[in-house]
T-cell receptor
Framework: AQSVAQPEDQVNVAEGNPLTVKCTYS??????LFWYVQYPNRGLQFLLK??????LVKGSYGFEAEFNKSQTSFHLKKPSALVSDSALYFC??????????????FGQGTTLQVKP | DGGITQSPKYLFRKEGQNVTLSCEQN?????MYWYRQDPGQGLRLIYY???????QKGDIAEGYSVSREKKESFPLTVTSAQKNPTAFYLC?????????????????FGPGTRLTVL
């Protein structure tokens, strides 16, 4: 079965420090991986995705993520955190050949708290 | 949130009532999706539609119904059969890349509707 794990419910980081939000996945076949961010009482905003090619993917608002096939991970990173980055982050996966359904499997989310 | 609108933003339902949540997109996207979000559980797929007049059940379709009569609209009805409907409901849409499957597309989300059962 396909699954996504975000092992940390919350990540705390000081403003200006680098941040990492972890994500591991389990799929049969090649994965397509996504990161979304959600601010309170809002919809999800797309940050970035990995489909194929370069393992380091750059996205919106200075975020990037590294695809690591051997570790089945797709951690979200940012070199210097901002207070405005504080939000709920979701990792999602879709398997290649997933019956062409487009169905995404979401992790449970990680709350990022950036303190001044 | 782009070109996807959901209404109302807040909705209150009495026991035994059916309610309909609206989702409209002006992005000319092919596929539309409904998700339910509960605290600490991520998002779960209720229904999805890849083409007009066709839709498929997701993981938690019981107690819900949908229609896709127009490309831009995908309303969700929460029926009285849904025993625990209080949640945040999110609609999404995606454009099928030309010549490729839906597997690689990006889903874009609306602002959500918060449904509360009184």
């Amino acid at each position: 079965a396909q699954s996504v794990a975000q092992p940390e419910d919350q990540v705390n980081v000081a403003e200006g420090n680098p941040l990492t939000v972890k994500c591991t996945y389990s799929v049969s076949g090649n994965p397509y991986l996504f990161w979304y961010v959600q601010y309170p009482n809002r919809g999800l905003q797309f940050l970035l995705k990995y489909i194929t090619g370069d393992n380091l993917v750059k996205g919106s608002y200075g975020f990037e993520a590294e695809f690591n096939k051997s570790q089945t991970s797709f951690h979200l990173k940012k070199p210097s955190a901002l207070v405005s980055d504080s939000a709920l982050y979701f990792c999602a996966v879709r398997a290649y050949g997933s019956g062409n359904t487009g169905k995404l499997i979401f992790g449970q989310g990680t709350t990022l708290q950036v303190k001044p | 949130d782009g070109g996807i609108t959901q209404s109302p933003k807040y909705l209150f339902r009495k026991e035994g009532q059916n309610v309909t949540l609206s989702c409209e997109q002006n992005l000319n996207h092919d596929a539309m999706y409904w998700y339910r979000q509960d605290p600490g559980q991520g998002l779960r797929l209720i229904y999805y539609s890849q083409i007009v007049n066709d839709f498929q059940k997701g993981d938690i379709a019981e107690g819900y119904s949908v229609s896709r009569e127009k490309k831009e609209s995908f309303p969700l009805t929460v029926t009285s059969a849904q025993k625990n409907p209080t949640a945040f409901y999110l609609c999404a849409s995606s454009l099928r890349p030309r010549g490729r499957s839906f597997s690689t597309d990006t889903q874009y989300f609306g602002p959500g509707t918060r449904l509360t059962v009184l």
